[in-house]
């Protein structure tokens, strides 16, 4: 079988011998040190897949991007860079580039997104050490019709319906549509696998993925500004406002409670509707009482609630969150995961 | 319960380490962990009285009923399925890197057979 021709774009020559010997045995590498060289080669041979870094002397990646657009749009594009930023990334994925690395780079990394480019079939992949927008933006550009199916660790699953680069619907237990695609792409571990697109799709949605994914980064910028409000308000020491912020931010959350473990004292008590006030059972509530086990995290699903306890051993302290249902409540686990190391930086 | 349906557990969650029963009373079955030596019942056992009752009390307050209890320490990870039927409940013990997924169907799987017994 024919080889893949791969260009490598990179004015650090060490780069770009070192990651052609990598890729060298299953693809045929070509080497540009700069743009026009870059260009030049596409001119004259067959490339399939561009690898290239962002800053280059002269002319940019971004111009070897817009220049594949006009005169290679069926070439991928990969970019690396060492000066990785959100800003960047959007940028990067504004102009077009199917994925992104941030240097020093992980050229095993680098082969599998290049092995998923070629890959006909479906397949699975493990989310704790990838983007799923990266790789929504992946399937987007193959212009693929595809069901990715994605579960997170709680074992909550949700559906993502994509025909040529359109997201036609999603789907969670608890939502479908737009709701659903941004509890699915909000959920930050778990797997998903790629399969024939599903015949009876009502095309609920129906917008340009490239448009969504674009919004997406956007609401994940603001959702990193309030968790830095929050975080100023840790370090400040401020419990309270600090402990609103993180139950506004969990949503649909109708107690907060926070206990020093063994004292038993409530530090903060949060309470929307007294149907959920359980202060009291909380306050007796002793994980430790029995054995050598040390319990991290409970996650009780009942008929009418969740609740989710999270035992911060370091500091004993315990924090209790109550959600009604229906609620995504793999989104409330991560989100009260993210928010662990401030409350052990604020409470020692 | 029976024997081939604990055998059934084992043979389709792959790494579960252990099975366990907890009826209404409290009382807790142990029904089968592997290497014993190294994963104490003896720890194990006042565990998960601790968490059911514990539970259970919340419960009461908010006067809703259990469905699953996923339960993490730095070791393991339990998954508590209640059986409504008779109130009692199956516990499914992996380690901590265990999918969890699995043994949610295979729990539920086995809740399936005993409730239409």
């Excluded at chain 1, 290679?72 to 970019?79: A, D, E, F, G, R």
């Excluded at chain 2, 009923?65 to 013990?93: C, E, H, Q, R, W």
């Amino acid at each position: 079988m024919n080889k893949r021709n791969i260009l490598i774009v990179d004015d650090e020559k060490n780069i770009v011998m070192s990651l052609s010997d990598f890729l060298e045995a299953d693809y045929n590498c070509y080497k540009a040190y700069n743009v026009d060289e870059a260009i030049q080669i596409m001119t004259d041979s067959p490339v399939d897949v561009v690898i290239s870094d962002v800053r280059m002397p002269g002319k940019t990646g971004f111009d070897l991007i817009r220049w594949l657009k006009e005169n290679k749009p069926k070439v991928k594009t990969i970019m690396m860079t060492a000066y990785g930023s959100d800003s960047v990334k959007r940028a990067i994925r504004k102009e077009g580039a199917i994925f992104y690395f941030e240097k020093p780079i992980d050229y095993s990394e680098i082969k599998n997104i290049i092995e998923h480019i070629f890959s006909p079939r479906g397949f699975t992949a493990d989310l704790s050490g990838m983007d799923l927008i990266d790789m929504l933006q992946i399937l987007g550009f193959s212009g693929k019709d595809c069901t990715v199916t994605v579960r997170n660790r709680l074992g909550e699953s949700g559906k993502v319906f994509l025909k040529n680069s359109v997201l036609l619907n999603a789907e969670t237990d608890f939502n479908t549509g737009l709701d659903a695609f941004y509890d699915i792409i909000k959920w930050e571990s778990g797997s998903f696998s790629v399969s024939a697109l599903e015949g009876d799709v009502n095309p609920e949605i129906s917008f340009s993925l490239e448009h969504l994914l674009l919004e997406i980064s956007r609401i994940r910028d603001e959702s990193e500004r309030e968790y830095e409000t929050a975080k100023e308000k840790a370090v400040a020491g401020d419990y309270t406002d600090f402990f609103k912020e993180m139950k506004d931010n969990l949503e649909e959350c109708t107690a907060l409670y926070v206990k020093k473990g063994k004292i038993g004292s409530v530090i903060v008590s949060l309470v929307d509707d007294q149907k959920y006030a359980i202060e009291s059972a909380i306050k007796d509530y002793n994980l430790d009482k029995s054995s050598k086990i040390k319990l991290d995290e409970i996650l009780m699903t009942l008929e009418n609630s969740y609740i989710i306890i999270q035992q911060l051993n370091s500091i004993d302290v315990i924090i209790t969150a109550i959600f009604k249902k229906p609620c995504n409540i793999g989104l409330k686990y991560l989100t009260i995961s993210k928010y662990k190391p401030l409350v052990e930086g604020m409470i020692k | 319960m029976k024997e081939e349906l604990i055998n059934q557990i084992f043979s389709e969650t792959e790494g579960i380490i252990g099975v366990f029963e907890i009826l209404p009373s409290n009382t807790i079955n142990k029904f089968r962990i592997l290497d014993e030596k190294k994963h104490k019942p003896a720890e194990m056992l006042p565990f998960l009285q601790n968490l059911v009752s514990e539970t259970k009390k919340i419960c009461s307050v908010l006067k809703d009923k259990p469905t699953d209890i996923i339960a993490n320490s730095s070791d393991y990870t339990f998954l508590i399925t209640t059986i409504k039927t008779d109130g009692s409940s199956l516990v499914l013990m992996l380690p901590k890197e265990g999918n969890i997924d699995v043994a949610k169907v295979i729990a539920k799987k086995v809740v399936d057979q005993c409730k239409s017994k």
